[in-house]
């Protein structure tokens, strides 16, 4: 995406390498030696990020981590990521965060919504447990 500012390009970049949801503060770890010094700095750029979909919050651990579903991809039946029902599979054991459309709840939630007059704005779902490889007993390499 090459309409994103160097700021926007470092913290998508980090969430990327690590492969598990980050913090603001552990992203600004990672980008201080690129001149990003200030946590406003990184709030920014997770914000713009987030607002296009590219990066996703995890809410239970206020953390991020990047769209496992390409940035050119969109989410949900009608294709904006402010509305998109994701679901996460986050690992107790290792923080592996694995990132799972989920179009038929999205449409039950819709439903049962709308049963009782509500509008929904955004849903998030996270499922906790094991990955499984930490279920297998194995280790990640």
């Known amino acids: 995406m090459s309409d994103l500012t160097k700021n926007q390009r470092a913290v998508l970049n ?15 770890d990672e980008v201080r030696d690129i001149g ?13 990020l987030t607002a296009r979909g590219i990066v996703h919050r995890i809410e ?4 991020f981590v990047a769209c496992a579903h390409g940035h050119d991809t ?11 029902t994701i679901a996460f599979a986050i690992c107790d054991d290792c923080g592996l965060v694995s990132e799972i459309p989920a179009p038929k709840v999205e449409k039950t939630l819709g439903a ?12 998030v779902l996270e499922l906790r447990g094991q990955c499984g490889t930490c279920a297998a007993g194995q280790r990640h390499d």
């Not at 239970?60 to 953390?63: D, G, I, L, T, W």
């Not at 969109?74 to 998109?84: F, L």
């Not at 709308?114 to 849903?123: C, E, L, R, Y």
């Open 112 to 123: 049962l919504a709308q049963d009782q007059g509500f509008i929904t704005a955004h849903a």
């Open 14 to 28: 980090s969430l990327t390498g690590s492969g598990r949801a980050l913090t603001a503060y552990d992203i600004l």
């Open 36 to 48: 990003i010094r200030a946590p406003v700095q990184v709030y920014r750029a997770l914000e713009a």
């Open 74 to 84: 969109p989410h949900g039946v009608d294709a904006n990521p402010h509305h998109a």
């Open 60 to 63: 239970s651990m206020n953390a």
